[in-house]
């Protein structure tokens, strides 16, 4: 199986994948996390680009979508092997962050093409301001009019592909049994 949590930053992937991947790991499940950006030369290449103030520009974020599908591409193998094996492969955002980021679905649908879609796909949703606090000011992402513009964009993708929402506002915890309890019956598990 593979799950991907997606959302704007700040809205508590990282911390969010972490309590999901002990849980199944408690639950006696085989888990392997994956992230985008990759570690390989193309995600340090994203990571480096993404510290540009033009990082939120539309056409510096058409070529980031271009670096993130091969990126993605760099991932497949890692997630068939793992499936193959009978692994939760949990993922810290997937193609969908392209759909919303870089914008124009079917050009982004295109050049993923080869891409596996996850199984799952749970949305953490966070209003701007509360982004905006636990950001920080680390990057050129957290201005309070493109992080609105992105959670619409994630909403309305969440609706039209028949994602989870998941309301982020609320705490760590009831977060993390929300997820729960939408992943527990795709895996045969009562909570």
Not at 20 to 39: A, H
Not at 65 to 76: C, K, N, W, Y
Not at 103 to 116: G, H, P
Request: charged share 30%; proline share 2%.
């Amino acid at each position: 199986m593979y799950i991907c949590l997606e959302g704007i930053d700040g809205s508590g992937k990282s911390t969010q994948i972490a309590l999901l991947e002990k849980w199944l790991k408690d639950c006696g499940f085989d888990v392997i996390q994956i992230f985008e950006p990759t570690d390989s030369s193309v995600g340090n290449l994203i990571r480096e680009m993404l510290k540009s103030p033009k990082a939120t520009d539309r056409d510096f974020q058409r070529t980031l979508g271009l670096l993130f599908a091969a990126d993605r591409m760099i991932l497949m193998e890692k997630i068939k092997d793992a499936e193959l094996l009978g692994k939760i492969v949990i993922s810290d955002r997937c193609f969908f962050s392209s759909m919303v980021y870089q914008d124009e679905e079917e050009w982004i649908s295109k050049i993923n093409k080869f891409v596996k879609k996850p199984d799952i796909v749970i949305l953490l949703d966070l209003n701007a301001e509360t982004a905006l606090k636990r950001c920080e000011g680390k990057d050129h992402f957290e201005n309070k009019i493109f992080l609105e513009r992105i959670r619409d964009q994630y909403l309305e993708l969440a609706e039209n592909s028949g994602f989870f929402v998941v309301n982020a506002n609320t705490g760590i915890n009831k977060v993390h049994e929300d997820i729960k309890k939408i992943i527990s019956p795709k895996l045969g598990m009562c909570i």
